[in-house]
């Protein structure tokens, strides 16, 4: 892993090298008018184009409220907002694009540029929430074509904030972000993004998420306030040759009605390198933490260090699976599974520590504007801890340490039930081909924490506490070796004497 010296020094370098502006130019002196009725789509793009080819700059925007559909940010460029500056995203889908390199459609687009940003203390609005509802009725009304499953639109097809692909030093500072038709801000195959001090509200549609990281590398995220009806903090991997790497997010806060903290789901290359530190997770439907490797990612060298997950359903899900990956294709011989599997997925030197966490009886993100699906009962409340490899694949070399865990407890044998028998251990289906989520097992046999298939599992100082009494044990080990449990306490309710530690085909030491 590079060292977080390191990490600072190229978000510092990152935000140097564009910081050397050669002028500013304002958005008004080419036309565009802060009237929130003018399209000003191709006023905005001729002064993007001027600014480029003469040597760079800002482009400045005042305050008002400047309509716009698709614009591309060229080299040199920063779009700067000033404070009462509003980008509003026009609620017409036919102004944008659906760019045919990286086929999404967005407001802002930057492409193989060098030198680009968005900073100030303005908003980008795309009023997502109007702008997929026409879509949605011209696409009844035969007008635009899509598959229109659960009767929202493709989400490639609705209309981002933000997505940069393939640029070299990115700096998105200050700004507010709102109300985007899909997915919020994307940075694809980028190298050297820096995003500082952005408060973010995406909860307005289905697959609002907070920030997506794909496949970049030289990253940091800092000082983020972000609100958002699906994850938060996205790292996704979409080609296998490719990763996210050399990472630092660090001082944020997120709510979401998915997850806090994502590595996936699109997990196809790997991610490397992380240093998560002084992170806020609350009213969060499934996981502060998810890691998956469910589409053949290596993953590796991460550290989370400073987390407060505040009525989180789960703490930390660690997840291995063959989604797409087909690692064992039933019906093949050996040889052609090796033709058809793609990469071999590991997850191995995980280290979270200090981590303070409260999981609730109830659903985290009732009341906000899209929640997460009511789960399927009967189901008590799963563990704080889920860390689940697959035969043949196990998650590795992976320390828990210093972590406090308050759990509701109150699981009832009478409402649904898992025991710790060998025939119910082995009962729980391996599910190595599901989308991957906390909850997917419904019922698991441990309050606290539930292990399986794991190589080197450390927990050093940890603390789990019960709110009430619970017919489960606190841990559950199936197939774990090296299990390393130091200075553990449970603390649950009319538990004297109660075995909170069951080793199944485990080691522990």
């Not at 998650?395 to 109150?410: F, K, Q, R, Y």
């Amino acid at each position: 892993m590079k060292p977080l010296k390191t990490l600072l020094l190229t978000a510092l370098c990152a935000l140097l090298a564009h910081g050397v502006q050669a002028a500013d130019y304002y958005a008004t002196d080419f036309g565009a008018k802060a009237d929130g009725i003018t399209l000003n789509s191709a006023s905005i793009q001729a002064a993007i184009d001027y600014i480029s080819a003469n040597g760079g700059g800002r482009l400045v925007f005042t305050p008002g409220n400047f309509v716009t559909g698709t614009v591309y940010v060229k080299d040199g460029v920063t779009l700067h907002l000033e404070a009462g500056a509003t980008l509003l995203g026009s609620v017409n889908p036919w102004d944008y694009v659906k760019d045919p390199y990286v086929g999404w459609t967005s407001m802002i687009f930057s492409i193989k540029q060098k030198n680009v940003g968005i900073t100030g203390k303005g908003t980008i609005d795309g009023r997502g929430f109007v702008t997929a509802n026409h879509m949605v009725e011209y696409i009844h009304r035969g007008l635009f074509t899509d598959p229109l499953k659960l009767d929202r639109p493709n989400e490639v097809n609705r209309p981002e904030n933000i997505y940069f692909r393939e640029c070299e030093n990115v700096t998105i500072t200050g700004i507010t972000l709102k109300d985007p038709g899909s997915w919020n801000q994307t940075y694809d195959q980028c190298k050297g993004v820096y995003v500082d001090g952005l408060t973010v509200d995406s909860k307005s549609y289905w697959n609002n998420d907070g920030i997506d990281i794909v496949d970049c590398e030289d990253v940091v995220i800092r000082n983020c306030y972000i609100d958002a009806a699906d994850d938060v903090f996205c790292f996704k991997s979409h080609s296998h040759e490719h990763m996210c790497k050399n990472i630092l997010l660090e001082n944020c806060v997120g709510r979401s009605s998915a997850n806090g903290i994502k590595f996936g789901t699109v997990s196809k290359g790997g991610f490397k390198d992380f240093v998560i530190r002084n992170m806020t997770i609350f009213d969060t439907y499934r996981s502060a933490v998810t890691f998956a490797a469910v589409d053949g990612a290596e993953i590796e060298n991460i550290v989370v260090d400073g987390l407060r997950s505040i009525h989180t359903g789960n703490v930390i899900f660690l997840r291995i699976g063959e989604r797409w990956n087909k690692i064992n294709s039933l019906g093949l011989s050996e040889k052609d599974r090796k033709n058809v599997r793609r990469k071999e997925p590991y997850m191995r030197n995980i280290v979270i520590k200090n981590v303070y966490a409260e999981v609730p009886m109830d659903k985290p993100d009732a009341g906000y504007n899209y929640e997460g699906p009511v789960e399927d009962l009967p189901r008590n409340i799963s563990p704080a801890i889920i860390a689940c490899g697959i035969p043949g694949y196990k998650i590795e070399d992976v320390t828990l340490e210093n972590i406090e865990i308050v759990m509701p407890g109150a699981g009832n044998p009478l409402y649904a039930y898992r025991g710790t028998s060998a025939e119910d251990l082995d009962g729980i289906p391996e599910m190595i081909d599901w989308y991957p989520e906390f909850s997917q097992w419904k019922e698991l046999p441990a309050w606290a924490m539930f292990l399986r298939h794991c190589k080197g599992f450390t927990l050093n100082n940890v603390s789990f506490k019960a709110a009430a009494a619970d017919y489960r044990p606190a841990v559950v080990a199936d197939d774990v070796e090296g299990l390393k449990l130091v200075g553990i306490t449970y603390n649950e309710p009319a538990s004297d004497g109660k075995e909170q530690v069951v080793a199944y085909k485990s080691t522990v030491e």
